[in-house]
Structures are given as structure tokens and as C-alpha cells.
């Protein structure tokens, strides 16, 4: 059983910083391509960065570039979305999502390429 669980969630104040992190299983981790999602309220569903596995490419959204930084160990199975400087827009809950595509530049926010999917975890920023 495939299995995605995202922690680390919690309300800071604007230009604070979290750490949101993604235990997988149940996948062969190195091998997927691991991404970030977002959905505030009243929202669709957006990218926010994804780690293609084969080109070791990152991927950002327009307004967390620079901010936000994704990584993760292949060996623990951790997925991670450093985020900094937060904003209010940065409100949103917060989802990992894993794939066995490799999506280029033009396509790896599309969520329907990703197969697995976390329950999420919240995250809001107060002004």
C-alpha cells in the first residue's frame, strides 16, 4: 500500500518560515517524481514544486521562487518544502503528491499526473 504523509504544518506570522516534510511508502521513492501542491479555500488545486527523479530538475511556481525549496533523501524517504518569507497568499493546505512520470517544465503541475497523493497539511500565514 502506497502510503504519503505530509507533517509540519502551523500558523506563522508573514515572513516567517516552515518546513513541510512527506514520509513515503510503499513506492520505490527514488525512482517517482515527488511534487508539492496547494489549495486555499475557494481555490483550485495549484503546483507548487516538484523534484523530477530521472533530470534531478526542480520546478517552482511563479510566486514561490525563491522562497520555497524543494529536496529530498532518497534513503529516508522524505520529502521536504522549505518555505520561507511567508505571505498570507501562502495560506493554503498543502499536498504531496508522487508520480512514476517524468514531467517537464510544461507539465509538472498538472495534477493529474500524479498518481499518489497525501491527506495534507495546513498551513497559514497571518499578516
Known amino acids: 500500500e502506497v502510503q504519503l504523509v505530509e507533517s509540519g504544518g502551523g500558523s506563522v506570522q508573514a515572513g516567517g518560515s516552515l518546513r513541510l516534510r512527506c514520509a513515503a511508502s510503499?513506492?520505490?521513492?527514488?525512482?517517482?517524481?515527488m511534487a508539492w501542491f496547494r489549495q486555499a479555500p475557494g481555490k483550485e488545486r495549484e503546483g507548487v514544486s516538484c523534484?523530477?527523479?530521472?533530470?534531478?530538475?526542480?520546478y517552482y511556481a511563479g510566486s514561490v521562487q525563491g522562497r520555497f525549496t524543494i529536496s529530498k533523501d532518497d534513503a529516508e524517504k522524505i520529502l521536504y518544502l522549505e518555505m520561507n518569507s511567508l505571505k498570507p497568499e501562502d495560506t493554503a493546505m498543502y499536498y504531496c503528491?508522487?508520480?512514476?512520470?517524468?514531467?517537464?517544465?510544461?507539465?509538472?503541475?498538472?495534477?493529474?499526473?500524479?498518481?499518489?497523493w497525501g491527506q495534507g497539511t495546513q498551513v497559514t500565514v497571518s499578516s
Open positions: 503528491a508522487a508520480t512514476s512520470e517524468r514531467p517537464g517544465a510544461g507539465t509538472w503541475d498538472n495534477e493529474r499526473i500524479f498518481r499518489y
Open positions: 510503499g513506492i520505490n521513492f527514488q525512482y517517482y517524481t
Open positions: 523534484f523530477n527523479w530521472k533530470s534531478d530538475t526542480t
